[in-house]
């Protein structure tokens, strides 16, 4: 029997089902959006955003729940942003929505040099922005489009470039203390993402400020996880769930697992001069090719 390639309204319906209830699953386990909320869902324009719109709409039908949408854009003033694209694509949708009217775009091309990647500063002056407006106009949560795929390679780069095994929360106060931030494409792979806002044919606007040149560092972990994801099928999905199934007492924060306790009979001595410093020597990363077997 001749196996042929499923039709993309079938594709469709699958693609939509797993996003719905990857999305579903996340929103639960993390207890994203309660009763009576007004979710701020940010629409930058990008696949990530117009799918997790298009999910969350989707989702309210049937929610056990009552609680509001309301899609907001940040028009940062690049010249060619059609803005006017974007709005008849909302109007059409019949969801609320606002469009932020905020030159960053000059404030960027000042400050930073040329050559120089502007997504830094970019994106900080556009959470505030949008921190700003979630609070003046009563949202009580904020909708990121950030899937599972950028959780793990922001993951790679705290550990890679900052010594640290942090990487962005499913859910999270925002430092302000005023904003909940959730991310409810958490559970949903890229991939999905890509070929769901491709089959919807959503109106993609790509982002000009920088010549869409993303953060080199970045890039190189996302080729990094391809080529792994390439040879070995389903890493990044374990490496997602490493992080989500944590045992503090095989790691080494003395913050997490209290070390000290375990076997002692005394109380701890001060190994470490000057009141506990640790000597740069030990600072300094571990080179683990110079320990032999």
């Given at each position: 029997?001749?196996?042929?390639?499923?039709?993309?309204?079938?594709?469709?319906?699958?693609l939509?089902?797993?996003?719905?209830?990857?999305?579903?699953?996340?929103?639960?386990d993390?207890?994203?959006?309660?009763?009576?909320?007004?979710?701020m869902?940010?629409?930058?324009?990008?696949?990530?955003?117009?799918?997790l719109?298009?999910?969350?709409?989707?989702?309210?039908?049937?929610?056990p729940i009552d609680?509001?949408?309301?899609?907001?854009?940040?028009?940062?003033?690049?010249?060619?942003?059609?803005t006017?694209?974007?709005?008849?694509?909302l109007?059409?949708?019949?969801?609320d929505?606002?469009?932020?009217?905020?030159?960053?775009?000059?404030?960027?091309?000042?400050?930073?040099?040329?050559?120089?990647?502007?997504?830094?500063?970019?994106s900080?002056?556009?959470?505030?922005?949008?921190?700003?407006?979630?609070?003046?106009?009563?949202?009580?949560?904020?909708a990121?489009g950030?899937?599972?795929?950028?959780?793990?390679?922001?993951?790679?780069?705290?550990?890679?470039?900052?010594?640290?095994?942090?990487s962005m929360?499913?859910?999270?106060?925002?430092?302000?203390?005023?904003?909940?931030?959730?991310r409810?494409?958490a559970?949903?792979?890229?991939?999905?993402?890509?070929?769901?806002?491709?089959?919807?044919?959503?109106?993609?606007?790509?982002?000009?400020?920088?010549?869409?040149?993303?953060?080199?560092?970045?890039?190189?972990?996302?080729r990094?996880?391809a080529e792994?994801?390439?040879?070995y099928?389903g890493?990044?999905?374990?490496?997602f769930?490493?992080i989500?199934?944590?045992?503090p007492?095989?790691l080494?924060?003395?913050?997490?697992?209290?070390?000290?306790?375990?076997?002692?009979?005394?109380?701890?001595?001060?190994?470490?001069?000057e009141?506990?410093?640790?000597?740069?020597?030990?600072a300094?990363?571990?080179?683990?090719?110079?320990?032999?077997?």
């Amino acid at each position: 029997m001749t196996r042929t390639n499923a039709t993309p309204s079938l594709t469709m319906r699958k693609l939509e089902k797993r996003l719905r209830r990857n999305t579903g699953r996340a929103i639960q386990d993390y207890n994203m959006i309660e009763h009576g909320d007004h979710v701020m869902v940010c629409v930058s324009g990008g696949k990530d955003s117009f799918t997790l719109l298009d999910v969350l709409v989707r989702l309210q039908r049937k929610a056990p729940i009552d609680f509001s949408l309301t899609a907001v854009n940040l028009d940062q003033n690049q010249p060619g942003f059609p803005t006017a694209d974007l709005e008849r694509y909302l109007c059409g949708t019949g969801i609320d929505f606002r469009i932020i009217d905020q030159d960053t775009y000059s404030v960027v091309k000042r400050v930073i040099p040329a050559g120089k990647t502007m997504c830094g500063l970019c994106s900080r002056l556009r959470r505030g922005i949008l921190y700003s407006f979630a609070r003046k106009a009563g949202m009580t949560k904020i909708a990121l489009g950030h899937h599972r795929d950028d959780i793990v390679e922001t993951l790679f780069l705290n550990m890679f470039y900052g010594g640290r095994l942090k990487s962005m929360p499913p859910k999270l106060l925002s430092d302000d203390g005023d904003n909940v931030v959730i991310r409810p494409l958490a559970y949903c792979s890229e991939k999905d993402i890509a070929r769901y806002a491709s089959l919807q044919g959503f109106p993609i606007i790509p982002c000009h400020l920088c010549g869409s040149q993303d953060d080199l560092q970045r890039q190189a972990v996302k080729r990094m996880l391809a080529e792994w994801e390439q040879q070995y099928p389903g890493r990044i999905a374990n490496i997602f769930r490493s992080i989500t199934s944590i045992a503090p007492s095989q790691l080494a924060d003395p913050a997490l697992f209290d070390f000290s306790a375990l076997g002692a009979n005394y109380s701890p001595v001060a190994w470490l001069p000057e009141g506990g410093a640790m000597p740069e020597s030990l600072a300094e990363p571990i080179d683990h090719k110079s320990i032999s077997a």
